[in-house]
């Protein structure tokens, strides 16, 4: 019921968006004398404002054409080397780089935003490395007949992927992928799998949030699953390709996401309107730029999103000891081969600071000159990937590290 009344609340505001646009239209066009006045702007402005607040946002692009590679540009191609119903395995081939790279892949997280919000990620580790990334689908267009995608369908895409990279591949969990990324690695370890990722990155991840637990924490701590599956679960409404799927709706994480720092976006937008008014356009620009991924939102599939929530979040299955694949225990202490570096924001209000770390004393078989942590001063969850602070000292520090491991 909730997703058709959003649905419906979307349609509703869509006439009004429609006449915003035109009175914009009007006030911007320079034929206009007054729209070059302050009450022009002002008036361009608040309409800007209201449009791109109550906008449906798509699937953004990644829109990278080149990157630096040993002080030169080269083209970048991105290509799907891999399609799975819920997944895509997206490669991007760089043209003309003179030296051989370290195949790395990065996992996205599948907790609301599209891959796309490491965009900046990507395009700092394509300096040093032949970068593929998982494109997670949104839920609501995946049709009912494709099946169920679940935590362990999750781990099972992560070994099919690793094993069509081949041995030498090293694999990069930003945030929520930590927990299966661990998984997976640990099965692979266990069976000798020859295509075992030479290193393991793990950053900003939920591996034990018993330790420093955040607000987030706290709320999946305070109630059990059924109160999940009865108050944050809805259907996919007719007129979409997964019409009567069960999901963890888009709207309503970003509806979270955007509560935790209310106060903040609120002056974000502020801030928007006085620059469209003072024609500061460079800065609404990079709003704009900022804006148009957050709120870009995916459904998840419910099955996934409980079994995650109850497996992670309350029962705390992994640094227990307790975590299962299909029937199987997941034991980290098999990891031998597989270099782990951890990283960690000293802000961070997702994943508390010591969360990430759990992971070496679950890989406890792991040589200590094969592991690593590293906290960077400074940054909260978002710049543990992305920013100046991560291009200039997370990303060299990974890139040194993966080249030590395969060595």
Same mark, same amino acid.
């Given at each position: 019921?909730?997703?058709?009344?959003?649905?419906? /609340?979307?349609?509703?505001?869509?006439?009004? !968006?429609?006449?915003?646009? &035109?009175?914009?239209?009007?006030?911007? $066009?320079?034929?206009?004398?007054?729209?070059?006045?302050?009450?022009?702007? $002002?008036?361009?402005?608040?309409?800007?404002?209201?449009?791109?607040?109550?906008?449906?946002?798509?699937?953004?692009?990644?829109?990278?054409?080149?990157?630096?590679?040993?002080?030169?540009?080269?083209?970048?191609?991105?290509?799907?080397?891999?399609?799975?119903?819920?997944?895509?395995?997206?490669?991007?081939?760089?043209?003309?780089?003179?030296?051989?790279?370290?195949?790395?892949?990065?996992?996205?997280?599948?907790?609301?935003?599209?891959?796309?919000?490491?965009?900046?990620?990507?395009?700092?580790?394509? %300096?040093?490395?032949?970068?593929?990334?998982?494109?997670?689908?949104?839920?609501?267009?995946?049709?009912?007949?494709?099946?169920?995608?679940?935590?362990?369908?999750?781990?099972?895409? @992560?070994?099919?992927? @690793?094993?069509?990279?081949?041995?030498?591949?090293?694999?990069? &969990?930003?945030?929520?992928?930590?927990?299966?990324?661990?998984?997976?690695?640990?099965?692979?370890?266990?069976?000798?799998?020859?295509?075992?990722?030479?290193?393991?990155?793990?950053?900003?991840?939920?591996?034990?949030?018993? !330790?420093?637990?955040?607000?987030?924490?706290?709320?999946?701590?305070?109630?059990?699953?059924?109160?999940?599956?009865?108050?944050?679960?809805?259907?996919?409404?007719?007129?979409?390709?997964?019409?009567?799927?069960?999901?963890?709706?888009?709207?309503?994480?970003?509806?979270?996401?955007?509560?935790?720092?209310?106060?903040?976006?609120?002056?974000?937008?502020?801030?928007?309107?006085?620059?469209?008014?003072?024609?500061?356009?460079?800065?609404?620009?990079?709003?704009?730029?900022?804006?148009?991924?957050?709120?870009?939102?995916?459904?998840?599939?419910?099955?996934?999103? @409980?079994?995650?929530?109850?497996?992670?979040?309350?029962?705390?299955? @992994?640094?227990?000891?307790?975590?299962?694949?299909?029937?199987?225990?997941?034991?980290?202490?098999?990891?031998?081969?597989?270099?782990?570096?951890?990283?960690?924001?000293? !802000?961070?209000?997702?994943?508390?600071?010591? %969360? $990430?770390? &759990?992971?070496?004393?679950?890989?406890? /078989?792991?040589?200590?000159?094969?592991?690593?942590?590293?906290?960077?001063?400074?940054?909260?969850?978002?710049?543990?990937? /992305?920013?100046? !602070?991560?291009?200039?000292?997370?990303?060299?520090?990974?890139?040194?590290?993966?080249?030590?491991?395969?060595?």
């Amino acid at each position: 019921m909730l997703y058709y009344l959003y649905e419906m /609340n979307h349609v509703a505001v869509a006439p009004w !968006r429609a006449a915003a646009n &035109a009175t914009r239209a009007f006030w911007d $066009t320079p034929i206009n004398p007054l729209s070059s006045s302050v009450l022009g702007r $002002t008036i361009s402005a608040g309409l800007d404002v209201f449009e791109r607040m109550t906008r449906r946002y798509g699937k953004p692009l990644f829109g990278i054409e080149s990157a630096w590679v040993d002080g030169e540009r080269v083209a970048v191609t991105e290509e799907t080397v891999l399609q799975k119903p819920f997944c895509g395995l997206l490669h991007f081939s760089k043209e003309g780089a003179k030296r051989h790279q370290p195949k790395l892949l990065i996992v996205a997280p599948m907790s609301g935003h599209y891959a796309t919000l490491l965009r900046g990620t990507v395009e700092t580790m394509l %300096q040093d490395h032949d970068v593929y990334i998982t494109d997670w689908v949104d839920a609501r267009t995946v049709p009912l007949v494709a099946g169920k995608f679940d935590l362990d369908d999750y781990i099972d895409y @992560l070994i099919e992927m @690793l094993h069509h990279l081949g041995a030498g591949t090293s694999i990069m &969990a930003v945030c929520q992928p930590s927990v299966p990324v661990l998984a997976a690695v640990s099965l692979m370890s266990e069976d000798k799998d020859p295509c075992v990722p030479a290193a393991m990155i793990l950053m900003g991840g939920p591996i034990d949030t018993r !330790r420093n637990p955040t607000e987030v924490n706290k709320l999946a701590s305070q109630h059990d699953i059924d109160w999940f599956r009865n108050n944050v679960i809805s259907t996919v409404p007719l007129g979409n390709p997964g019409f009567m799927r069960e999901v963890y709706p888009g709207f309503m994480q970003l509806t979270g996401f955007m509560t935790m720092n209310l106060d903040r976006h609120i002056d974000a937008h502020r801030a928007l309107f006085w620059h469209l008014v003072q024609g500061d356009g460079d800065s609404a620009d990079k709003h704009d730029d900022f804006y148009d991924e957050y709120l870009s939102v995916m459904d998840l599939t419910a099955e996934f999103y @409980l079994q995650t929530v109850e497996k992670v979040f309350i029962r705390h299955e @992994l640094p227990k000891g307790e975590f299962m694949h299909r029937g199987r225990l997941v034991r980290p202490e098999t990891i031998t081969k597989t270099a782990l570096m951890t990283v960690e924001g000293e !802000r961070d209000d997702i994943s508390g600071v010591g %969360q $990430t770390e &759990a992971a070496h004393t679950l890989c406890k /078989n792991i040589p200590d000159d094969r592991r690593v942590h590293y906290l960077q001063k400074g940054v909260g969850h978002y710049g543990v990937f /992305n920013g100046s !602070r991560f291009n200039g000292q997370i990303a060299p520090r990974i890139a040194e590290f993966v080249g030590r491991s395969i060595a």
